[in-house]
C-alpha cells in the first residue's frame, strides 16, 4: 500500500515515534491513521512500563497562586535534557492550571492521565509525584518562591489580626523573604510546639550518650544536654531560625518587628517546601 508521506510525518508529530516505525505502523492498518496511533501508543506505555522501576531525580517544581489559593505540584522525570524540553514545560503548565482550577489537593487521574500521554510519546518515565494546596482566610495572606532552577518551591501563609497590613509593601515583602528563608534553610518543623516528642526524645538520648563520658557533676551534664537540644531545635524550627535577612534576630522576632510596624500582629498559619526529589 502506497503511504503518503504527510501522513507518516503527523503520525510522528502526534505520537513521538520514529518515522520507519510511524511508516510500518500505517502499512500495518492499510493506512487507517487511528489504528496505527494506537499501536504507537501502545509500544510507547510499554516502554514506559518497562522503565517504571528507574529513577525519575530530574523535573520541575510548578506553582499557581492568587490572593485566595496556591497549588504547587512536583513533575518528575528521568533526565536532565526532557525536564528541558517544551513538551514537559508545558505539560508542567497544564497540569498546575488544571491542579489549580479544578480545586485539587492531590495528584487525580485526569492529572496523571496527561502525564502518562507525554511519557509514552517521550517513552521516558515521569510522575506527578506530589500535589500541595492552601486556602486563605480572610485575615491571612499567601506568598511563594520557585527559585530559578525550578527544583525548589516554597508556599507561606501568614495570618493577622488587622488584614489591612497586608496592603502593606513591606509585610508582603516579609512574606516573600519568609519564602526565600525556607528555600534557603530548609527548616523540618513550624515552631518547637510542632516537633515530635519522639524525635526530642531521640535527639535528647544522643545528646546525653555525647556527654555521658565528661568530668563533669550529672547536673552540668544534664545542663549541656539541655543546650544542645535547644540549640538543635533553633536550627530545625522556622521560628526560631535567624532571619535570612537579619540573622541577628529570629524570624518569629522579626515576625513580631514588621507585624509592630505596620500596625497589627504577624502569625504564621502554613508553610510547604518541596524540593525536587526529596520526600
Partial sequence: ?????????????????????????????????????????????????????????????????????A????????????????DFINLGERVINTAFDKNYTEATSDLNDMVLELATKVRENMALTRVAAVTAGNDEYISYYIHSDKKTGTLVVLKSDKPAIFEDKAVQQFAYDCCLHLAAFTPMYKDI????????????????????????PDNVKAGIVQGKIKKHLADICFLEQPFVKDDKMSVARKMEEVGKAAGGSLSLSEMILFQLGAE
Fill in 71 to 86: 497549588v504547587m505540584a512536583e513533575l518528575t522525570c528521568e533526565t536532565d535534557f526532557v525536564s528541558k524540553n517544551e
Fill in 193 to 216: 510546639a510542632s516537633v515530635d516528642k519522639a524525635y526530642i526524645d531521640e535527639q535528647t538520648e544522643i545528646f546525653t550518650k555525647q556527654t555521658a563520658e565528661l568530668d563533669k
Fill in 1 to 69: 500500500m502506497d503511504i503518503k508521506a504527510s501522513d507518516v510525518k503527523s503520525l510522528r508529530e502526534k505520537t513521538g515515534a520514529g518515522m520507519m516505525e510511524c511508516k510500518n505502523a500505517l502499512v500495518s492498518t492499510n493506512g487507517d491513521f487511528a489504528a496505527a496511533e494506537k499501536i504507537l501508543k501502545e509500544k510507547g506505555l510499554a516502554a514506559v512500563e518497562k522503565r517504571v522501576g528507574r529513577a525519575t531525580s530530574e523535573g520541575l517544581i510548578l506553582v499557581k497562586a492568587d490572593k485566595n489559593r
